[in-house]
Nanobody, 112 residues
Framework: EVQLVESGGDLVQPGGSLRLSCAASGFTFDDYTMTWVRQAPGKGLEWVSALNWNGGTIYYAESMKGRFTISRDNPKNTVYLQMNSLKPEDTAVYHC?????WGQGTQVTVSS
């Protein structure tokens, strides 16, 4: 059974930082591209970032470039999202994704 479990979300002030983690199981993690997406209150899913099996190819949505860093640790079956210079508009539930599988998400709230 494929499982994706996100963690690390929290309430943070504007300008702060968080690191999200997504622990994966039930599939051969280091064979696949992993993706982060987010959903802000009352809005649809927004693609955030993705990296390929070895982290050699990375993509970011334009608004995240320079602030967010995606990475993975294949021996730990975990993908990370380091988020710096957070803004109120980054408030959302953040999900990791592989194929048709999604985690339950972790809440990030950016507010003073």
């Amino acid at each position: 059974e494929v499982q994706l479990v996100e963690s690390g979300g929290d309430l943070v002030q504007p300008g702060g930082s968080l690191r999200l983690s997504c622990a994966a199981s039930g599939f051969t993690f280091d064979d696949y591209t992993m993706t982060w997406v987010r959903q802000a209150p009352g809005k649809g899913l927004e693609w955030v970032s993705a990296l390929n099996w070895n982290g050699g190819t990375i993509y970011y949505a334009e608004s995240m470039k320079g602030r967010f860093t995606i990475s993975r640790d294949n021996p730990k079956n975990t993908v990370y999202l380091q988020m710096n210079s957070l803004k109120p508009e980054d408030t959302a539930v953040y999900h990791c994704n592989y194929g048709n599988y999604w985690g339950q998400g972790t809440q990030v709230t950016v507010s003073s």
